[in-house]
């Protein structure tokens, strides 16, 4: 199972990841497997109906930084595992944008590193998306508009 990926719509699901999980010895050793599912929500910045979002990513270079924040939270938190999947592509309401799973033996550092594993994302990834909605467009990359159309 990859541990980081950036994937399309459907490609895979929040259970087949958890089923997969069970499989790795190391995480029968965790008492906590805590996951994040980011979710496009259905009013815009700008207040509008969110009619869909495009998500674009800097290809490899998006790629190395997941491994790298992979990396750091398992370094800082001691945890046996994270797992970070990012869809790019169209999505709309209610679809899934990111899941972020992290396995570790006490709830405590789990709950913890999978916070700051989504801070980074939003703080480091190349991946931008566009935000149509009913009102207009506009580009976002992390929480910030960086440019409207």
Not at 25 to 36: M, W
Not at 54 to 61: F, R, S, V, W
Not at 79 to 94: A, K, Q, R, T
Request: aromatic letters at 6%.
């Amino acid at each position: 199972m990859r541990k980081i990926a950036i994937l399309r719509k459907g490609e895979i699901t929040i259970d087949k990841i958890l089923e997969e999980m069970k499989k790795d010895p190391k995480i029968r050793k965790c008492g906590a497997i805590v996951s994040f599912i980011g979710q496009v929500r259905e009013e815009g910045r700008d207040g509008g109906k969110v009619i869909k979002l495009i998500y674009e990513h800097a290809g490899e270079i998006a790629l190395n930084e997941l491994r790298e924040i992979r990396e750091e939270i398992i370094n800082k938190y001691k945890v046996e595992e994270v797992i970070i999947y990012h869809f790019v592509g169209e999505l709309e309401p209610l679809d899934h944008t990111i899941y972020i799973i992290v396995a570790a033996k006490h709830r405590k550092p789990a709950f913890e590193a999978t916070m700051e594993a989504l801070e980074l994302v939003k703080k480091k990834l190349h991946v931008w998306k566009k935000e149509i909605t009913d009102k207009g467009e506009y580009w976002i990359m992390g929480d910030e508009i960086i440019r409207k159309d």
